[in-house]
């Protein structure tokens, strides 16, 4: 089993529609969780990172469940420029991070 | 100064070649990552340095040779390399469990 494991999609939305990715992640030791977005042949930027308490982001929630260890992204009011491939991480915090991401999710906005 | 600089952005090299990937970053990171991510995939860790020793080495064949001459610069030491091997090379920074800063990456291929 992954370590981390996404639905790979692709989604395909309409414009204004709202989108939710899920994320299951096996280590329960596990600290700290993200969401990364990556466009086609660029690198992967934060796009937030996820507590258990739940964080918003204009636009983007996300959620992280550590009894079922989960961790969701909400994307409200879809737009075009969201296309792109959303990586979901899980870090083993310390002096460094031991990361492990998820296989990402397509999201494709389409007008 | 936020970024993570990467340099060449392209490189095309011969399996018999020697060329080095630079990685530098003006953020007071202790921690500096090299990633290796093909097509479709995730990012794939590669080293892990944390105040400037390598701390995690993933199996990686001795072709590649990272180097951390001091705090803010990393480098990938490339020699007979394999067609298999090219791929998008990425390196990240990352202070205390805030997520990673990525650069833009080198694309390498390999001839």
């Known amino acids: 089993r992954k370590e981390v494991e996404q639905d790979p999609g692709p989604f395909n939305v309409p414009e204004g529609a709202t989108v939710a990715f899920n994320c299951t992640y096996s280590?329960?030791?596990?600290?700290?969780f993200f969401w990364y977005r990556q466009d086609c042949r660029k690198e992967p930027k934060l796009l937030m990172s996820?507590?258990?308490s739940g964080n918003e982001d204009g636009r983007f929630t996300a959620q992280l469940n550590r009894a079922s260890q989960y961790i969701s992204l909400l994307i409200r009011d879809s737009k075009l420029s969201d296309s792109a491939t959303y990586l979901c991480?899980?870090?083993?915090?310390?002096?460094?991070?031991?990361?492990?991401f998820g296989t990402g999710t397509k999201l494709q906005v389409i007008p | 100064d936020t970024e993570v600089t990467q340099t060449p952005k392209h490189l095309v090299m011969g399996m018999t070649n020697k060329k080095s990937l630079k990685c530098e970053q003006h953020?007071?990171?202790?921690?500096m990552y090299w990633y290796k991510q093909k097509a479709k995939k995730p990012p794939e860790l590669m080293f892990v340095?944390?105040?400037?020793?390598?701390?995690i080495n993933e199996s990686v064949p001795s072709r590649f040779s990272p180097e951390c001459p001091n705090s803010s610069l990393l480098n990938l030491h490339l020699h007979a390399l394999q067609p298999e091997d090219s791929a998008l090379y990425l390196c990240?920074?990352?202070?205390?469990?805030?997520?990673?800063?990525f650069g833009s990456g080198t694309r390498l291929t390999v001839v």
């Open positions: 990240a920074s990352s202070q205390g469990p805030t997520g990673y800063t």
């Open positions: 280590n329960s030791a596990s600290q700290s």
């Open positions: 996820v507590y258990s």
């Open positions: 991480v899980g870090s083993l915090s310390g002096g460094y991070q031991k990361v492990t």
């Open positions: 953020m007071g990171h202790r921690a």
């Open positions: 340095y944390s105040y400037e020793k390598l701390s």
